[in-house]
Nanobody
Framework: VRLVESGGGLVQAGGSLRLSCAAS????????MGWHRQAPGKQRELVAT???????DYADSVKGRFTISKDNAKNTVYLQMNSLKPEDTAVYYC???????????????WGQGTQVTVSS
């Protein structure tokens, strides 16, 4: 399973960005997709997740500013980021919890990451 992120870049504080992540390869079912991020010198942290049936969860630091959504038909997840702050600067990684074939176990996959930089 391959995850390809896009949409990162440089934006001023208060601005917006939309990240996309498309999953491809041998996919039977995607149970959930999400976004993590890692800032320089900090541990990787969960940003947001969405399950196949649409349940979402967010880190407290992004609630009310970020929105995660998905397109099951396209195996794609999005992260709309509004009111960006300099502390949102990080590499953002897409993740998926995927069953590759029927009766096989759930596995977790990670993308290569996309840089988001918010200037003050």
């Amino acid at each position: 399973v391959r995850l390809v992120e896009s949409g990162g870049g440089l934006v001023q504080a208060g601005g917006s960005l939309r990240l996309s992540c498309a999953a491809s390869g041998s996919i039977f079912k995607i149970a959930a997709m999400g976004w993590h991020r890692q800032a320089p010198g900090k541990q990787r942290e969960l940003v947001a997740t969405v399950t196949y049936d649409g349940r979402t969860d967010y880190a407290d630091s992004v609630k009310g500013r970020f929105t995660i959504s998905k397109d099951n038909a396209k195996n794609t997840v999005y992260l709309q980021m509004n009111s960006l702050k300099p502390e949102d600067t990080a590499v953002y990684y897409c993740t998926s919890r995927t069953v590759r074939r029927a009766f096989q176990p759930l596995e977790e996959y990670w993308g290569q990451g996309t840089q988001v930089t918010v200037s003050s």
